[in-house]
């Protein structure tokens, strides 16, 4: 089967570093996304992992294990403008077409 | 920077009624999809759609669910006779090559109310 698992909820402080986890299944990986989700409005792309390793892109760094089905978000230097939901997506090509599957997501919250 | 285009923003319709939700992609994108959210829930493949067929559906993507391509801009998502269940977000996305590094482009919705 197919299945994505983040924690619900994290709350962090302005300025601190915040690691948001995701372990995935999926018969036919082909690539791990984080998005972006304020309240009402639409996901927002962030990153993108398909090898193994680390991707860095300003404040955000996302890294991936596919061996482990593990992947993580850092947040580094938490802005108020951080407080989101942040969602886990992989991209998956079991049926021969692509189409992602998303996490529940994770709700931040920074506080000042 | 291009951007997908929903309309209406927001609808409320009567139980067994038709809606007919908008989308604009991205002019040179090829892939479309639509996506929905429950309140609170996680977001969910619909459909998924290109060269003018349908290329994958879910299972929540039922009679009551069709797509159409009606011109060479817009896209569109119909339901038939909703159900109070089917109150959710629903998400347009396009993406000009499927595989790589290319992530959707998300509309910014359409909230359906069935009442």
């Known amino acids: 089967g197919q299945n994505i698992d983040q924690p619900t909820e994290m709350t962090a402080t302005e300025g601190a570093i915040v690691q948001i986890n995701c372990t995935y299944q999926?018969?036919?990986?082909?690539?791990l996304f984080w998005y972006q989700q304020h309240a009402g409005e639409a996901p927002t792309f962030l990153s993108y992992n398909v090898l193994d390793g680390l991707e860095e892109k300003g404040r955000f760094s996302s890294f991936l294990s596919r061996s482990k089905g593990y992947s993580y978000l850092l947040l580094k230097e938490l802005q108020m403008k951080d407080s989101a939901s942040y969602l886990c997506a992989v991209r998956d090509r079991t049926s021969g077409t692509y189409k992602y599957i998303f996490g529940t997501g994770t709700r931040l919250k920074v506080l000042a | 920077e291009p951007e997908v285009t929903q309309t209406p923003s927001h609808q409320v319709t009567q139980m067994g009624q038709e809606v007919i939700l908008r989308c604009v992609p991205i002019?040179?994108?090829?892939?479309f999809y639509w996506y929905r959210q429950i309140l609170g829930q996680k977001v969910e493949f619909l459909v998924s759609f290109y060269n003018n067929e349908i290329s994958e559906k879910s299972e929540i993507f039922d009679d009551q669910f069709s797509v159409e391509r009606p011109d060479g801009s817009n896209f569109t998502l119909k339901i038939r006779s909703t159900k109070l269940e089917d109150s959710a977000m629903y998400f347009c996305?396009?993406?000009?090559?499927?595989?790589?590094?290319?992530?959707?482009?998300f509309g910014s919705g359409t909230r359906l109310t069935v009442v």
């Open positions: 999926t018969s036919g990986f082909n690539g």
């Open positions: 002019s040179n994108h090829l892939y």
């Open positions: 996305a396009s993406i000009l090559r499927q595989g790589g590094n290319y992530g959707y482009t």
